[in-house]
Each structure stands twice: as structure tokens, then as C-alpha cells.
């Protein structure tokens, strides 16, 4: 219930954002960014990295990979512990096709992510345990994502800049559920290993 | 007034339609969270009140039940394992001795789960130390129950409890002696005492400041007739602290070996030792 309390706390800010700055004097000059600026933000729930998570990133070769940070909590309700976890996201989206003026459909995301946790009960300290006592990391995950979005644009920032609103979904995986299916073919289907995302992202 | 009724009522509505959608498994906050759906939540209160309900599987003071530790992602074995023990006529209950999960994760134990939930007998469980990783002790308590309880059944105390003292940074508090003893103390109507838990106290797991005063503890008290564990990955029995008490560590499941445990009087035992085939 909290959660989502906090996912449209967060949504207005975001929301907000996509309220144009009436650029008086700028129409026709391509609006310049610096390098650091990021191209969109986002704000998401699910996926395994937060249950609400809120981030940043950029976009190279026209629009078709990206790459993204956030940063997702957890209640201590959900979890037994109030966790964050920080997210390094990258994608590659081959295709976009435009449905009307205004819309535009990405069918196809593929991409792979890393997170971080912070706040476990036992993320496991130095000198809990002897050498290579558990072969795998209690505090980071990593796995594949597919996904697709939707993008409607209607803020023009300039005669040749929009900023667009789209909503995205991604299934993923981790390492753990992957390991986990890879030793058990017979008895675990590939489906009981899935996450959903589901998120907006404003391309600045 | 009415106004603002009926907005709390709207964003009760949404909040209601919201944790909904943060429950289901797929829209997963986090692989450590600690959810379990309504209907697989706290299985230890519900399998002992199955336990409880169901006639004994013999007359008198025997009690019959299936031993195994470390289901830990042997998913496919343990199909093949509920497979066998449903053929074992007479079982009272199953006992799993820790290690429901490999890495903790509240997924694992949904998995495990439901294959254990088609076993025709209740079943038990005890925590161990790959489920107490990441957040899994919450995700133990939400799919299962309490890291220590006991019950009692044909006569006989059965006592569960947490002694994955590493998982700790061995804090000298698990286990928890002074639950241990009340437990203990607590004889009336009971021929004899049960010891379950995962890490053995003569395993370095055991917290070392510990091994001592648990095993006192246990020496106390006479009418404790079994120390069962696992841990080590195979069978062994024996009397390590050589005071009388059977240790005894139950086979991995993974090994398609479990044991059958019957007990009568007050200390005596016989175990069976049972293989299974691979199903597929």
C-alpha cells in the first residue's frame, strides 16, 4: 500500500517535469545538452531491484541503447529489512515504429542488468565465513531483461525536440533463479523464473 | 466530511489494488523479499495442526517419521523423494533438517514447497544456514514459521531449533539456550525428548562458545533420547561428546537417501535407511 503511495509521490515530481519550459527564444536551434545531462528519467516498480524504483540515463546511436542508473527500496514490510538497491541497466532496442504522430511502439528491449543491495539481514561481513565458504554474492544480482514500450510525444522542446512519455515493461531474470533452472530442467520451467517490471520513462 | 470519506475510500481502493499487484510473485520487489502467498504462508502452524488432527500412525507411544536434510535446489530429486515416502506405509509426519533454500531466496522455498506439499503426511521443517542468507530468515518465517518451536506428539517432545551460529558472526545467542532449557524443562506427560536443528554442535559452524553449555544442557536431561541433524552432507551416528546421547546427521536429499526413524519406550529407535530410484 505504501508502495504505491510512494510510486505516485514520485510520479508527480517526474509529471511535472513534463510541463515544457516555454523556451522563448530558442525555436529553431537544436536544444544543446551537456554530456552529463541524462536523456530520461525513470520510475518503476517490480523487476527485482525495488519496489518502487526511480533512476536516470543516457542514449547513444540514435535512441537504440541505453544505459541507466537506479535506485530502488524496499519496506521493511516486504522484506523483513528496509532494502536500496542501486541498478546499472543497459538496452538495446533495434526498432521503433511510429503507430501515429503522436505514438510510437518500441516492440523489442533486450538487455542485462547488475544490482546492488544494501540493508540485508545478512548480506555476509569479512571473516563470517572461511574462504569460498558460499560461492555466490548475497548483495549482488545480475540477469537478462526483454521488454517493450509505448511512447506517446507531445512536448515539443523545439521545432526538432520532443520530449515523449513512454511505458515500458520488462521481464528478467537473476543469476540465482538461472543457476537454480539450469540444474533443475525437469522439474522448473523457465516461466517460474520470471520478473516484471513496469515503469515510465520520460525521454527528456 | 463526506467528501473526504469517499476520497479515503478511493485511495483505500488503489492502495488495496496496489499491494495486490506488489503481492504477486511476478511483479517481484526484490528476490530476497520476504512474500509468500496468502494460501503458503506459515506452514509449520498449519502442517502441526494437520499433525495434530490426523490418528497416529501407531498404538502406544510409538511415533514413525521420515528424516532428510539439504533440499536445497534439488528440485527434480525432490519430486522423486515425495514420490518414495508417499509409498512408505505408516509415517507419521517428514522432518527436513535445514536448508530449504541454497541461497535464502523466499522463490526457493515456494519451489520446495510445492513439491512438499504433495506429500500425504504433514511436514516439518528446521532452518538452516542457507536459508538464514541475504533476507531468507524473514523469507523463512513468512513461508514457514518461528526459527524455534516445538510440539509434542505421541508422547514425545519434538524440539526445532536455529543453531546456524556463523550466520550470526557467532554472537553467542544461537542457539538460544535459555529457550532451549524452558523447553527442555518442560516434561509433563512426556516419555521422551527429540533434538532437531541443522548445524551439529561438533561441526565448526556450531558456535564454538556454545558447544560446550549446549551439550551440558543437553546432558541434563535424560529423557532427550536423539540429537538429529544434517549439515555435513552425509550420514552419521554417534555419541561425539561421549556422554550417552546419539548424534545423529541425515543424508542430503540429493544423495536419494533418507531415513525412517521410529521410536518407542524412552530411548529406543530403530532407523531405516530407504533409496530411491531416479524417476526420469
Redesign the interface.
Known sequence: MRALFLFLLLAVPLGSLATPVAPPDSAGAPTAKHWFHPRHLLLQTGGGIGMVAAGAGYSYWHKRVSTDVLVGYVPKRHAGSKLTIVTLKASYSPVRLPLTADWQLTPLTVGAYGSYTIGLQNPGEPNQYPDDYYWFSRTLRYGPLLGSSIAYTAWPTSSDHSRSLAFYYELGTNDLYLHSYLTNRHSLRPSQLLTLAIGLKMNL | MRSSSQHVRRVGG??????W??GCS??????????APADEQYQTSRNLARLAAQPPSHHGDTVRFVLVGDSQ????E??DFVASVNQQPRIDFVAIAGDIS????G??MH?IHR?LQKLHVPYLTVIGNHD????????Y?KHFGPLNYSFVYQGTRFICLDTNG??Y?FNGRVPDLEWLGQQLADTTGIARTVVISHVPPND?DFDPKLVQPYTQLLRRHPQVALHLGAHIHRFTAGQPFHDGLTYLTAYPLKKRRYHVLTLWGQRYFRLETISYAKV?
Open positions: 488503489a492502495l488495496v489494488a496496489g499491494s499487484l506488489m511476478l511483479l517481484e520487489s526484490s528476490p530476497n523479499q520476504a512474500y535446489r534439488f528440485y527434480d525432490t519430486e541454497d541461497f535464502g531466496l522463490r526457493e519451489w513439491r538464514e542468507l541475504g533476507n531468507g530468515r524473514a523469507a518465517q556463523r550466520e558472526g565448526a526420469r
